[in-house]
């Protein structure tokens, strides 16, 4: 049961990207595009307020819930894996319009067809844990 | 209120309250990032008998797994009873670009041509979908995370790797939008 507090958590996330209009195909084909602010607004002011809240917590060494420490972990310095794979990742987004998060959102908003999506989002990330050793990082 | 819900949220509103919804994970002690979904998903399908990199204590992401229920289940609730009558306030140079690709603009969330059932009689529709899929959940393991991992957790904490990835984003959005739609539609 203590786990039903991320239900809630997400709920308004997926409220969120609905309400948003992040959800949809013809705002990414728009940004992608540059022919609106909308995306851009959206990810940069979360990533301005992010940066201090994030920054806060740090200085402040914010305890979560239980009372341990809040980490930062830094991402590890493998420059080819987050160019290469990034770049594979952008190719679906635009051509899905999705990205896992609101692959999920769409399905609850009644396009089934995210499905189709999703079931080739597992192949593929499954296809990336069979393939790793042979993929330069 | 209701009305202040259901018009179409500001740029500035969302960005907050996704700003908001990291904050609050990192409260509750875990980080925000939801394409690790997929990898747990093929752990709890028996992934990680044969391959190692799905071979983990799933247990251990039970809370992203609620929080992916969750963004369904909030996806529906949008769509039920807090969407707007308005259609989507798309820029007309997206309207006509997408139109010369063969794509019309209705005002909903999504095409018809890709996303309606009708579209799902057409193999090729289940390719693309399938195949951008497939590149989604690839891409997202091979640099570690997606929108959520990288451009939102992975910025606010000043990650060089997290930026290179997003440029990876754009260099494959772009090369998607600008070279093969225009061949695929």
């Known amino acids: 049961m203590k786990l039903i507090k991320y239900v809630f958590a997400g709920i308004l996330f997926g409220i969120i990207m609905a309400k948003s209009e992040a959800i949809s195909w013809f705002r990414i084909q728009e940004m992608f595009r540059f022919q609106s602010f909308h995306m851009y607004g959206i990810i940069g002011t979360a990533v301005v307020l992010g940066v201090l809240a994030v920054f806060l917590m740090k200085k402040l060494k914010a305890k979560d819930v239980d009372g341990n420490p809040i980490v930062f972990l830094d991402k590890d310095k493998q420059y080819r894996k987050y160019i290469i794979g990034g770049t594979i990742f952008g190719l679906g987004w635009a051509l899905t319009g999705a990205c896992p998060g609101p692959m999920f959102v769409n399905l609850g908003y009644g396009y089934l067809a995210m499905l189709v999506v999703i079931f080739g989002a597992l192949v593929g990330t499954y296809l990336y844990g069979v393939l790793k050793h042979r993929l330069p990082h | ?185």
């Not at chain 2, 904050?23 to 998903?41: D, E, Q």
């Open chain 2, 1 to 185: 209120m209701i009305e202040f819900i259901t018009q179409p949220w500001s740029w500035y509103f969302s960005g907050f309250m996704i700003a908001l919804i990291m904050v609050i994970l990192l409260f509750w002690g875990k980080s925000f990032g939801f394409s690790a979904n997929l990898r747990t998903m093929c752990t709890m399908a028996g992934a990680g008998k044969s391959v190692k990199f799905f071979d983990f204590d799933w247990k251990t992401q039970q809370w992203n797994l609620m929080f992916l229920v969750g963004s369904i289940i909030g996806g529906y609730i949008a769509a039920n009873f807090l969407s707007s009558p308005s259609a989507l306030d798309l820029s007309s140079h997206t309207i006509n670009d997408l139109k010369a690709l063969g794509i019309s603009f209705n005002g909903g969330v999504n095409p018809d041509e890709l996303f309606s059932s009708a579209a799902l009689a057409h193999p090729k529709t289940w390719i693309i979908l399938l195949t951008g899929g497939l590149l989604v959940g690839f891409g997202s393991r091979y640099a570690g995370g997606c929108t959520s991992g990288h451009a939102i957790s992975g910025l606010s904490n000043l990650q060089i790797p997290s930026l290179i990835a997003v440029i990876g984003f754009f260099i494959g959005g772009l090369t998607m939008t600008y070279i093969v739609m225009p061949l695929l539609f």
